[in-house]
């Protein structure tokens, strides 16, 4: 099958690794089963993440309610 996805070899790995990342899967994790480290995945992964801050923020938000708190300074 003709598809110009498989031109590049690793777009499906890409693409795979990328939807991990944006699904919210531990960076950690999403490295291992990448095969990669942490820093190798940010240095290429990290571009995908840029305007998630408003998410970051909500999740943020949550754990200092599910904590009372007790984490801030």
């Given at each position: 099958?003709?598809?110009?996805?498989?031109?590049?070899?690793?777009?499906?790995?890409?693409a795979c690794v990328s939807l991990w990342i944006k699904a919210g899967v531990d960076p950690v994790e999403?490295?291992?089963?990448?095969?990669?480290?942490?820093a190798v995945l940010w240095k290429?992964?990290?571009k995908i993440l840029r305007g998630q801050q408003q998410v970051s923020n909500q999740l943020?938000?949550?754990?200092?309610?599910?904590?009372?708190?007790?984490?801030e300074a």
């Open positions: 099958m003709d598809t110009p996805l498989a031109e590049v070899p690793y777009s499906l790995r890409h999403v490295a291992r089963r990448a095969g990669h480290s942490v290429f992964y990290a943020i938000d949550q754990a200092l309610a599910e904590d009372g708190g007790a984490g």
